[in-house]
């Protein structure tokens, strides 16, 4: 009988949360990642952590209610309500754990104002918010380590699912260098991030390749909302990718523009006076796009913010501009563009966490849950903990996986050689994904980029590049149908809600008022709609 374990892949927020609620109830688990926790996405989220703590202005049903109407009431609100109602004491028990947020003068966790939010509701530690929560987070682990409840494979990546039918019983894990190959058995937890590598233009790591997901896809895993990606306004092109410039400038109260007769025109205080710069990401990534179609730049301006900000709110932002961008933005404005930020889409997960195969379980931006068609800033943090947390819960409370497994058969390696395909195949999949999940789409658009990707599989069917690594011939394949998973979902949903916008639907339908669900089924992918929760 083969020894079973809780196999986590992925060691960010998400991950770390579900190895810790492991832990503390005695349950041995395995953390894998190519990379150490202290290099995970969630070490860049700047912003803060979402939790209705005021309770005299808020509350988390309150809480709730935003975070439907930003995702365009598409989300589980059962879901929703749960993450929001145990807000309150994830915030509490961090602080009682030694995170250093940026405390009020009653020396309490602090809150700031965040983009489609009508109150402060956002706890942050200046502007370096995830790599605090991860300090606290890895020092945690690390007592378990210790005491050998949790197990590390740093340096390891995920090669493919274990399945039979509708079953995961593990995984392949396979050594970049040494290309050693291991299996491991047990309950699947996946944590492994969005999808930035499949883009490359993204803020995010692009390590975060998107491979786990996709290959999850490519095994049957159902897929949902893959059409909503955020662009997130305020991001600056930089050495092949997007720096990131935190919504906190604007929640500190900075201000954007555009120049006319060279004066400054502050066109979303002009637009939306109620919530000016703090409206939704995907309504301001929007106007910016308009303005950008006019040939007009966008700036950033936070010149006239007090000098405590700077120093204490702030000062990540101020350091980052000044050594990688050589502008001083307290003395000049940012010039600033919509870039690709988070996707809200992912595994399809239910509200505790499981996914369309038994024993499999997903959580934080790998999966579909919270965020609908447009993520409220400060409740990506939020969702990967509580997430990671619901979903080792499932896990545990879930049967023991049956016997009688099948051996799997060996998904790659029987292609021609074709050297050096590798890389120029994963450019050209990344350019069609741009160009045909753009802010703004349309059905023409959409038809020859789904033309290009099909014409990408078949090139990538025949082909197998022997200088590249097994898993990376492997990532290609899955990431490619994948991408096309997610092409047909934007061509499927006939309206613009939220993060998705066609040109030729601008109006939000109500039909539509549903998940789109990708499903790769005997060899073809069905795309359908389903109510979230249902």
Not at 41 to 56: H, L
Not at 302 to 310: A, F, G, I, P, T
Not at 441 to 457: M, Q
Request: one cysteine or more; glycine letters at 8%.
């Amino acid at each position: 009988m083969m020894e079973e374990k809780m196999i986590i892949i992925g060691t960010g927020a998400a991950g770390l949360s579900a190895a810790l609620e492991f832990a503390k109830n005695g349950v041995k688990s395995i953390l894998v990642s190519d990379m150490p926790s202290e290099r995970a996405q969630s070490v860049m989220a700047e912003g803060g952590i979402n939790a209705a703590v005021n309770t005299e202005k808020d509350s988390p049903k309150f809480h709730a209610e935003e975070t439907m109407k930003a995702g365009r009431y598409i989300a589980d609100p059962k879901a929703v309500a749960q993450m929001t109602e145990a807000a309150p004491q994830i915030i509490e028990t961090l602080f009682s754990e030694g995170m250093s947020f940026t405390l009020n003068e009653d020396e309490r966790p602090d809150a700031r104002a965040f983009g489609g939010q009508s109150v402060k509701r956002t706890f942050f530690a200046a502007a370096n918010t995830g790599k605090q929560l991860m300090y606290v987070l890895i020092d945690q682990v690390r007592r378990y380590e210790a005491e050998e409840i949790i197990e590390r494979y740093t340096g390891w990546s995920f090669l493919k699912l274990l399945y039979d039918g509708a079953q995961a019983y593990g995984c392949v894990l396979v050594h970049p260098i040494t290309q050693e190959k291991k299996n491991f058995y047990g309950k699947v937890l996946i944590t492994s991030g969005g999808l930035n590598g499949m883009f490359g233009n993204a803020t995010g790591s692009v390590r975060n390749t998107g491979a786990v997901s996709a290959n999850l896809f490519a095994s049957g895993v159902r897929f949902a909302n893959g059409e909503f990606i955020q662009y997130h306004p305020t991001t600056v092109k930089l050495h092949g990718k997007n720096m990131l410039i935190t919504e906190a400038v604007r929640g500190e109260g900075g201000r954007l523009y555009v120049l006319e007769n060279n004066k400054p025109v502050y066109f979303m205080e002009e637009k939306y006076p109620e919530l000016g710069n703090l409206m939704p990401r995907d309504v301001i990534a929007r106007e910016e796009w308009m303005h950008m179609e006019q040939g007009k730049q966008i700036y950033l301006d936070m010149s006239h913010l007090d000098k405590e900000v700077y120093e204490k709110r702030l000062k990540g932002v101020i350091d980052d501009c000044i050594r990688f961008l050589d502008l001083d933005p307290r003395k000049e404005p940012i010039p600033v563009l919509p870039g690709i930020h988070y996707f809200m889409g992912g595994i399809w997960v239910d509200t505790d966490h499981r996914t369309s195969m038994r024993n499999l379980y997903a959580a934080g931006e790998c999966a579909c849950q919270y965020h609908g068609a447009n993520r409220l800033g400060g409740n990506s943090l939020l969702g990967a903990l509580y997430g990671g947390s619901v979903a080792a819960k499932s896990a545990m409370k879930d049967e023991s996986i049956v016997e009688n497994m099948k051996p799997m058969p060996d998904a790659v390696g029987r292609r021609a050689d074709a050297a050096g395909s590798y890389a120029e195949n994963w450019k050209q999949l990344q350019e069609i994904m741009k160009n045909g999940l753009g802010i703004v789409r349309c059905e023409e658009t959409l038809k020859k980029t789904l033309a290009d990707i099909d014409n990408l599989l078949e090139k990538v069917e025949r082909e197998y590049d022997s200088s590249a690594e097994e898993v990376e011939n492997q990532a290609l394949s899955d990431c490619c149908l994948l991408g096309k998973a997610m092409l047909m979902c934007a061509m499927e949903r006939k309206e613009s809600r939220g993060s998705h916008i066609r040109s030729d639907y601008p109006a939000e339908c109500e039909k539509y008022q549903k998940q789109t669900i990708a499903e790769y089924v005997t060899g073809k992918i069905q795309i359908h709609f389903q109510k979230a929760g249902e």
